[in-house]
Structure formats: C-alpha cells, structure tokens
C-alpha cells in the first residue's frame, strides 16, 4: 500500500476529528485528519507528521495527514490504509490459499464485512486498523466502537453455524510487544472478542513495515485476550 505523493511537516493543533493545522515549511497548512479516532498520543504539537497529497483539485484541504512519529516509532494512523494493505496481503497468499476468490466489502446478513473470500466456501475477514501504543502493547479500540462489537458478534454466529471466519489486526507500526483489546476503554468490546475467540472466530494481528509513504504487513504479533 504506497502513497504516491508525501511531504513532512510538524503538527500544529486538531479542532476537531476532521482536519489539522500543520507547519508545512513555515505555514500553516489545513490538511485532512484521515483517522476519527482520538489519537492523542500520537498528535501532540510538535510531531513530526507525513501528509499525502490529494489527486482531487476540488478537494478544499490539499493533504491528508497519514503517518506520524511517535518517539522513534512511525506510526500510520490512515484509517483506509489496513484495509487497503490487508487485501494486498491477502492476494499474495496468505492466509487463504493461493488463488481463492477475495472479494472485498462483501455484504453478508445484516452487515457488510470487510473482506469475504471463496475456497470454494464462503470465509469472512474483518479488519481492525490498530494505533495505540503503550510501551510495546498495542491495543484496539481507542474509543468505543458499537460496530466493532457488532461485527466481532455476527462473525461469531457465522463461525458457530459452521463458517470460516477471521478478525485481522493490522498494527500500523512495527517493534511491538504484543496486542491485546483496550478493556478499559471498551469492555463491551474485549468481552465479544473473547467470546469470538471461543466460538471459533481466529483471531489474528500482524505488524507493520511503515515508511512515509507507505505500508505493508509485516510479521504475527502475539494475541493476549
């Protein structure tokens, strides 16, 4: 997943979820925040951040802002890049076997999952974009998320009536310890994962190599629910 226009600058301040203030080159810059989330341990004034240019003229902010360092650690905090990456990933074999089906927002029942592949039956995937870091875990969510435990729920059915189904953390950095769900944060959430867990739902996470200007997943992490 490659970004093809990237320029550095130093975060400013976020008004709201939306958009930032960035010093780019000695003014100040309105770029797009592509992440929702809190994500205040990564923007603190000051930081060094990574904005992508736009390719729609029409766009009233120039840049999104996709990647940030957190001490020495980079850190992607696109929220669309998991997505994007995972299904690269996914294409080059893993997980499911060379040359199945991948198809992805797939709608299934009530919800559309991220991912759905055929080998030949019918496997589903969610993906879950992770960016907290606490010295070397890594946790999800960072705010509740009602669709996240929506999902970890159906995919849970789906998996107890027989189906192949997987949730996929994709830590957007590299040099972590392990991955466990933000409990603290949202318990509904780490209990409906746990229970996914145990209703045969296989619950995955890999690191991240992240540049600048790009991001690719990298190598397992350790689960601890």
């Not at 996709?66 to 020495?72: D, N, Q, S």
């Not at 199945?100 to 927002?105: C, D, M, N, Q, T």
Request: aromatic fraction near 8%.
């Amino acid at each position: 997943m490659k970004y093809e226009s990237v320029v550095a600058g130093r975060f400013l301040a976020r008004p709201n979820r939306f958009i930032a203030y960035v010093d780019l080159d000695g003014h100040t810059e309105t770029v797009h925040v592509k992440n929702t989330g809190r994500c205040r341990e990564l923007l603190v004034p000051g930081a060094r951040v990574y904005l992508a240019e736009g390719t729609n003229p029409a766009r009233k902010t120039r840049y999104d802002l996709v990647a940030v360092e957190k001490g020495t650690r980079l850190v992607n905090m696109d929220s669309q890049a998991p997505n994007a990456a995972a299904l690269e990933w996914l294409r080059a074999g893993n997980v499911f076997p060379p040359g199945a089906e991948i198809r992805p927002e797939y709608r299934y029942g009530d919800s559309r999952f991220d991912i759905a592949a055929f080998i030949p039956e019918l496997a589903l995937l969610e993906v879950k974009g992770v960016t907290l870091e606490r010295d070397g875990a890594v946790l999800f969510p960072d705010a509740p998320t009602a669709r996240g435990v929506k999902h970890l729920r159906e995919l849970t059915a789906f998996a107890k009536a027989g189906g192949a189904a997987y949730v996929l953390f994709v830590i957007q950095m590299e040099r972590v310890a392990y991955f466990t769900p933000n409990a603290a944060t949202d318990p509904a959430f780490a209990a409906a994962l746990r229970a996914a867990h145990d209703g045969g739902v296989r619950v995955l996470a890999y690191d991240c190599r992240v540049t600048p200007d790009s991001m690719a997943l990298n190598a397992p992490v350790e689960v601890r629910l």
